[in-house]
């Protein structure tokens, strides 16, 4: 069944992947971005949106939303003492304050369809503690604890998950991946000995976005190559 789905961000990587996969499938699409000329070009109605001054714009949105997806994010790896408050508050307010301005002026939209998705994303570094990850990993334990809140006060008419990968091959990882020896070491840090792609992390977005996810809320989903919860012993 046809869903109108509003993407927040998507202008690269997991969420033009996802784009892709969305209008393939027969979903009509709203989007916001700070660059909008890549879903503007597949046709996509867009509207600016800045995750650091997130203002979006209600008026511009349908009168009903099936489904929403935050995909705005960082990676600022630095060791603690390094970190300012600006560093933390930056990326609590693309990760985390984003999504709730967002979700905040899309929510009489999505109560009208009676039975709407949202999906944010988080990280594996906070199921997973890792060395220079605080400031991400604050941010983004934040947005798992707010998806649960909200799953729970949004229940039964809108849904909320969170996906929490690992380290993904897009153009906001391609420092981390630049080179083949990157690209092995990073590989070799996952059990399942890969870097996962954005169109696999898509496949799980439009999952949740459809009807048979109907029974899912609250929860955090973790394509992250087995790194959270596998040991493997030489």
């Known amino acids: 069944m046809s869903k109108h789905l509003l993407l927040v961000g998507g202008s690269s990587g997991i969420g033009l992947a996802t784009a892709k996969k969305l209008l393939a499938a027969g979903h009509r699409l709203t989007a916001a971005a700070r660059n909008p ?3 503007a070009a597949m046709g ?3 509207q600016s949106f800045d995750a650091l001054v997130p203002e979006l714009d209600p008026s511009g949105l349908p009168d009903r939303l099936d489904g929403l997806v935050y995909f705005p994010g960082t990676i600022q790896l630095k060791p603690f003492h390094r970190l300012t408050a600006e560093d933390f508050l930056n990326d ?3 990760n985390c304050l984003g999504a709730v301005s967002a979700i905040q002026a899309a929510l009489p939209a999505l109560k009208q369809s009676g039975s709407a998705s949202v999906v944010l994303f988080s ?3 906070v199921a997973q503690g890792m060395p220079f990850h605080a400031s991400i990993a604050a941010a983004k334990g934040a947005v798992e604890g707010l998806a649960r809140s909200l799953a729970a006060e949004f229940a039964p008419i809108i849904r909320v998950n969170v ?3 690992s380290l993904t091959d897009t153009p906001l990882a391609a420092p981390l991946l630049n080179s083949d020896a990157k690209r092995e070491a990073a590989a070799k840090r996952h059990p399942l000995q890969r870097v996962g792609s954005a169109d696999e992390v898509a496949e799980m977005v439009a999952f949740l976005l459809s009807d048979a996810s109907k029974s899912m809320s609250g929860q955090v989903f973790r394509p992250d190559g087995g790194l959270s ?6």
């Open 163 to 165: 996906i929490a990968p």
């Open 229 to 234: 919860s596998i040991r493997l012993f030489a």
């Open 92 to 94: 609590l307010r693309v």
């Open 123 to 125: 990280t594996v570094a």
């Open 37 to 39: 000329a890549p879903l």
């Open 44 to 46: 996509i109605p867009v």
